[in-house]
């Protein structure tokens, strides 16, 4: 099944990441936990600065791109970044990969972190796709 935009592929995410996805909270008590995934883009680059990230979280950023078939038809490339970012020491970085190439197989990791980088474990992999457009 195609994604059809970034909004179409974080709601995908969140089934699929349910198990190991981690919250968003802040200090407010009657505030509910939200899911750890977000959708970057031009007016929201980052959560809001009062939530507090606990466990894995998933950050997905969306980028295009235009090129040329043979047959001189446009082609839009849709490319979707997603990093997963552990936030404390569960180590479920790898597991959410494999559940996420389980359901969309069109994932390829492009940059793997083990180490620490401010002490969080993190994986980036991409998600690509092309519609010729006539």
């Given at each position: 099944?195609?994604?059809?935009?970034?909004r179409?592929l974080v709601?995908?995410?969140?089934s699929?990441l349910?198990?190991?996805?981690?919250t968003y909270?802040t200090?407010?008590?009657t505030?509910p936990?939200?899911?750890a995934?977000?959708?970057?883009s031009?007016t929201?680059?980052?959560?809001p600065?009062n939530y507090i990230?606990?466990?894995?979280e998933?950050?997905v950023?969306?980028?295009y791109?235009?090129?040329?078939t043979?047959c001189?038809?446009?082609v839009l490339?849709?490319?979707?970044?997603?990093?997963?970012?552990q936030?404390d020491r569960s180590?479920?970085t790898?597991e959410?990969?494999q559940?996420?190439?389980t359901?969309?197989p069109?994932?390829r990791?492009?940059?793997?972190?083990l180490?620490?980088?401010?002490?969080?474990e993190?994986?980036?992999?991409?998600?690509?796709?092309s519609?010729i457009?006539?």
């Amino acid at each position: 099944m195609p994604i059809v935009n970034g909004r179409d592929l974080v709601s995908r995410l969140t089934s699929i990441l349910a198990s190991v996805l981690g919250t968003y909270s802040t200090k407010l008590p009657t505030d509910p936990p939200l899911p750890a995934i977000w959708l970057v883009s031009d007016t929201r680059i980052d959560p809001p600065s009062n939530y507090i990230t606990q466990g894995l979280e998933c950050l997905v950023y969306q980028g295009y791109g235009f090129g040329q078939t043979i047959c001189n038809n446009a082609v839009l490339h849709e490319s979707f970044k997603v990093r997963l970012i552990q936030h404390d020491r569960s180590k479920q970085t790898i597991e959410a990969y494999q559940l996420i190439l389980t359901r969309i197989p069109d994932a390829r990791r492009s940059e793997l972190s083990l180490a620490d980088r401010d002490t969080k474990e993190e994986l980036v992999f991409t998600i690509s796709q092309s519609k010729i457009i006539n």
